[in-house]
C-alpha cells in the first residue's frame, strides 16, 4: 500500500508520516480481515490533478470530456470523494471535504481507504471491473443495472462497519491532514444541454438510494458475527447471476 501524494511536495514531511501512520492502521485491519490490499493509494492536493487522474472513469460512463470534468467538479461538493482503479490496483483520494471547511479528518480518510477496499477486493474476486458496470448512462440518464450498485455498494458498507466496529482508533484519531481548499472548484451549470446540477442531484439519489437498499439486504441476510467468506461468497453469487 505505496502512498503516492499529488503533487509530491504538497506535504511536510512529518505530515507525511502522519499520513502513512493512517494507511498502516488500514491495512493491519485489511489483512486481519484477509480483504485484497491495494499497492497503491493516491492522495491528492490538487483538484486540477485529481480530476486528471479519475476523468478516464467517468468518461466510462458514458460521457465525452467536456461533460465528465464538470460533473467531477460538481461531484466535489458532496462530501469526500474518493474511488478505485481496477487496472492498477489503486485506491485514488482527494484532500477535501466540503462540510468541513476543506478538513479531511484521520476517521474520514481511514474509512474511505477501507471502503475503497472493499470494492476493488470485490472486483478482484469477480476478475472484472464493477465500477465500469454499475454506473452507465446514455444522454445523461442512467441505463444500468441498480442490483449492481446494490450488491457493490452495500457489500462495502456493509463490511466497512463490521470491520470498523470496535475498533479502537485511539492512535490515529488525532492526526490532523492538513487541508489546501476550503470550498470545492467552481463548475459551468450546463454543458451540451446537459444541466450539471440536475445530473448531480440524480446521480446522489441513484446511488444513495440503491446503497441503502443493498446495505439492508446485507442486513436482512448477515450480523457481525458471519464470517467474512459467506457475505464476499453472497455478493459474488448474485453479481455473476446478473452480469
Known amino acids: 500500500m505505496k502512498l503516492i501524494i499529488s503533487p509530491e511536495d504538497s506535504f ?3 505530515e507525511k ?4 501512520k493512517i494507511i498502516l492502521f488500514a491495512r493491519k485491519l485489511l489483512k486481519k480481515n484477509k480483504i485484497h490490499l491495494p499497492h497503491k493509494i ?3 492536493n490538487s483538484f486540477s490533478e485529481f480530476i486528471k487522474k479519475i476523468l478516464p472513469e467517468v468518461k466510462n460512463y458514458g460521457f465525452d470530456e467536456s461533460i465528465s470534468k464538470e460533473i467531477i467538479k460538481c461531484a466535489l461538493k458532496n462530501g469526500t470523494y474518493g474511488t478505485i482503479d481496477y487496472k492498477s490496483n489503486s485506491i485514488i483520494e482527494m484532500n477535501f471535504n466540503p ?6 479528518s484521520a476517521q474520514d480518510f ?5 471502503h475503497e477496499s472493499l470494492h476493488l477486493h470485490l472486483s478482484k474476486k469477480m476478475k472484472k471491473d464493477i465500477n465500469k458496470l454499475k454506473f452507465r448512462f446514455e444522454n445523461g ?3 444500468g443495472n441498480p442490483e449492481i450498485i446494490r ?3 452495500g457489500y462495502a458498507e456493509f463490511m466497512t462497519k463490521k470491520i470498523l466496529d470496535k475498533i479502537d482508533i485511539k492512535e490515529i484519531k488525532k492526526i490532523a491532514i492538513p487541508p489546501v481548499y476550503q470550498k470545492g472548484p467552481s463548475y459551468k451549470k450546463e454543458v451540451s444541454n446537459l444541466n450539471i446540477e440536475l445530473f448531480d442531484k440524480d446521480f446522489e439519489k441513484l446511488l444513495i438510494l440503491n ?5 439492508k439486504n446485507f442486513e436482512n441476510n448477515f450480523d457481525f458475527q458471519n464470517k467474512n467468506k459467506e457475505i464476499l461468497k453472497f455478493s459474488t453469487d448474485n453479481l455473476k447471476r446478473i452480469l
Open 151 to 153: 450488491l457493490d455498494e
Open 42 to 44: 493516491y492522495f491528492f
Open 211 to 215: 446503497r441503502d437498499i443493498g446495505m
Open 17 to 20: 508520516k502522519d499520513i502513512q
Open 141 to 143: 440518464k442512467y441505463v
Open 99 to 104: 462540510f468541513k471547511n476543506g478538513e479531511y
Open 110 to 114: 481511514l474509512r474511505l481507504i477501507i
Open 12 to 14: 511536510k514531511k512529518e
